[in-house]
């Protein structure tokens, strides 16, 4: 029905949650292991401009595989920076 759901679990059953729902008719489209924080930063626009500066930069050194942050960018201020 195009439903798509995102499933978590700590990284000691990643290989059975994954064997799990595969048995279990569900189509695995993505399966990864990623780094998720405790605690987050609210950003305001000032800050996300920069924070997102400094990600991009990061994601076009040839040297960088993947990048990990902490950081929420309210819908409004997503909005003002696609604007700009």
Do not use: W
Not at 9 to 16: G, T
Not at 53 to 69: G, I, R, Y
């Amino acid at each position: 029905t195009g439903e798509k759901f995102e499933v978590t679990c700590e990284v000691e059953n990643y290989s059975r949650v994954g064997e799990a729902l595969e048995q279990n008719g569900v189509r695995v489209e993505v399966k990864e292991v990623t780094r998720v924080p405790n605690n987050t930063v609210d950003l305001g626009v000032d800050d996300a401009r920069k924070v997102l500066k400094l990600l991009e930069a990061l994601d076009d050194h040839d040297d960088v595989q993947n990048v990990s942050a902490n950081f929420n960018i309210s819908e409004e201020a997503m909005a003002q920076l696609t604007v700009e």
